[in-house]
């Protein structure tokens, strides 16, 4: 997902709305690590950490905007590696270079479906902003009903605030585990389930129009 110079959403995997082909470099396990390790919020802790030799420090632009008109800024390889040893993630720091466009790229396909119901939305069109994230282990109502359903438990929960021409609109993105490839079980696929959240009249309106819009 972002921090206040990059993102920090972060299952770790490559994603698409339903599922997709992700990271090569984990070892298989019952259940994927939960949680981002890159911290919400300022990266000064991360940056004033000793230098990890050989990997990156440079830090990319998403394509996600700021209330300011910046751009939010991904953590450089060095920085998501530091930020997964204080979670005791045992990195290895060869796998940086793989871990980090596959992490990017999850925050960009969270951002395109939160565009996607902005469209739906937006009675004036205004380009929507990211203006703040979180991450919690608080599982969301929909995933407790789904449960209740036989359904699996979401490994990593994130919720993002969307700044939609002065007014705040609050989303929820839950990330599943797909099926694995039983040809390379070092390959494994995602679902994010990305909405916006119940608890505002414009949330419980958006949602209604989505589905009535099928």
Request: a neutral charge; one cysteine or more; aromatic letters at 8%.
């Amino acid at each position: 997902m972002p921090e206040e110079s990059g993102l920090s959403a972060c299952p770790v995997a490559g994603v698409e709305s339903n599922a997709a082909e992700g990271c090569p470099v984990h070892k298989p396990q019952s259940q994927p690590q939960s949680g981002c390790p890159v911290p919400h919020g300022n990266s000064e802790a991360v940056a004033d950490q000793p230098v990890v030799t050989g990997l990156n420090s440079a830090r990319t632009a998403s394509s996600i905007p700021k209330k300011d008109g910046t751009l939010w800024e991904y953590p450089s390889e060095e920085q998501f590696y530091k930020a997964m040893q204080r979670k005791h993630m045992s990195p290895d720091a060869g796998d940086m270079p793989v871990i980090i466009p596959i992490h990017n790229a999850v925050n960009e396909k969270c951002w395109q479906e939160i565009l996607e119901w902005e469209k739906l939305a937006q009675r004036t069109p205004c380009d929507p902003k990211l203006i703040q994230f979180t991450g919690t282990k608080k599982l969301s109502p929909r995933a407790v009903w789904n449960m209740a359903l036989g359904a699996q438990r979401p490994f990593d929960r994130h919720d993002w605030v969307v700044d939609r021409c002065g007014q705040n609109i609050d989303y929820v993105i839950d990330f599943y585990t797909g099926k694995a490839d039983p040809n390379n079980p070092l390959k494994q696929s995602f679902y994010l389930d990305v909405r916006p959240k119940l608890n505002s009249l414009e949330g419980i309106k958006m949602r209604f129009w989505k589905y009535w819009s099928k």
